[in-house]
Structure formats: C-alpha cells, structure tokens
C-alpha cells in the first residue's frame, strides 16, 4: 500500500508539476 501510494503521489505531483514548469516558461518567454 505504501508503495502504491508512494508511486500515485509521484505522478500526482508530476502531473501537477509539468503544467506549472509549461506556465513558468512561457510567463518567461513573455518577459523576454
């Protein structure tokens, strides 16, 4: 169970990660 749990959170957070890292970009680029 924990090693389950362990592995949801991981994607969860890769999940929540990858579109926040998409927004920082561009916010970047706009700067720029």
Request: hydrophobic content about 60%; charged content about 15%.
């Given at each position: 169970?924990?090693?389950?749990?362990h592995?949801?959170f991981?994607?969860?957070?890769?999940?929540?990660?990858?579109?926040?890292?998409?927004?920082?970009?561009?916010?970047?680029?706009?700067?720029?």
């Open positions: 169970m924990v090693e389950i749990d592995v949801w991981h994607r969860v957070s890769d999940a929540l990660c990858f579109p926040l890292v998409l927004i920082i970009n561009f916010s970047l680029f706009q700067y720029l």
